[in-house]
């Protein structure tokens, strides 16, 4: 039996910091859109208070989550111990996204001083709070980080405006036909 709790305490952050991995889902209104998960690994999460969160999107080949949060908010956030005593953290809740060029995201970018740019921010506010005992996850050891993503992100041959221009065009919108990266006024396609 899963056991709730009221806000993130001490412990529960210190959990959720030890992860090198946790995974987003999400998923559209419809009945037949699909729903998606999503692995997320580097520093990409920060707790902003013991009812939010705060985790970074680099990138990837495709937009749902952004469509879905847009769409709906609704999300989760699951952790797994790979390592010692099993257990898996599951955080429920609403969230808004603020993408690259709009206002605000540079402030959101200061919680990840370790990356340079991204394609979105998330805030999740969290509104259930449950782990259960995981003892079906196996344990894992942690070799390192992938640094494809990072490299492809922060690559520094490509105009802000060219990267810009990248997401404009590949993650206009996600596979069900959702919006996804959105052009902000002001902003045309060069």
Same mark, same amino acid.
């Given at each position: 039996?899963?056991?709730?709790?009221?806000?993130?305490d001490?412990?529960l952050?210190?959990f959720?910091?030890?992860?090198k991995?946790?995974?987003v889902?999400?998923?559209?209104?419809?009945?037949?859109?699909?729903?998606?998960?999503?692995?997320?690994g580097y520093?990409?999460?920060?707790?902003?208070d013991?009812?939010?969160?705060?985790?970074?999107?680099?990138?990837?080949?495709?937009?749902?989550?952004?469509?879905?949060t847009?769409e709906?908010?609704?999300?989760?956030?699951?952790f797994c111990?790979?390592?010692?005593?099993?257990?898996?953290?599951r955080l429920?809740?609403?969230?808004?996204?603020?993408?690259?060029?709009?206002?605000?995201?540079?402030?959101?970018?200061?919680?990840?001083p370790?990356?340079?740019?991204?394609?979105?921010?998330f805030?999740l506010?969290?509104d259930?709070?449950?782990?259960?005992?995981?003892?079906?996850?196996?344990?894992?050891?942690?070799?390192?980080?992938? !640094?494809?993503l990072? $490299? %492809?992100? #922060? &690559?520094?041959?490509? /105009?802000? @405006? !060219?990267w810009?221009? $990248? %997401?404009? #065009? &590949?993650?206009?919108? /996600?596979? @069900?036909?959702?919006p996804?990266?959105?052009?902000?006024?002001?902003?045309k396609?060069?």
């Amino acid at each position: 039996m899963a056991k709730v709790f009221e806000q993130l305490d001490d412990r529960l952050i210190s959990f959720i910091n030890a992860q090198k991995v946790f995974f987003v889902g999400s998923a559209p209104l419809a009945a037949e859109g699909h729903v998606n998960l999503s692995p997320k690994g580097y520093d990409s999460l920060a707790v902003i208070d013991p009812l939010t969160v705060a985790w970074i999107d680099l990138g990837g080949s495709g937009i749902e989550t952004l469509a879905h949060t847009r769409e709906n908010g609704r999300m989760t956030l699951m952790f797994c111990a790979f390592e010692g005593p099993a257990n898996i953290l599951r955080l429920y809740g609403t969230a808004k996204v603020t993408q690259f060029d709009e206002a605000g995201f540079g402030d959101l970018l200061a919680l990840f001083p370790a990356h340079k740019r991204a394609r979105n921010i998330f805030v999740l506010k969290i509104d259930r709070i449950a782990d259960a005992c995981g003892w079906g996850v196996p344990f894992f050891d942690f070799v390192s980080e992938r !640094d494809q993503l990072r $490299r %492809y992100t #922060d &690559r520094e041959d490509r /105009s802000a @405006d !060219d990267w810009a221009e $990248r %997401y404009h #065009d &590949r993650n206009a919108t /996600s596979i @069900d036909g959702l919006p996804g990266i959105s052009r902000q006024p002001g902003t045309k396609k060069s």
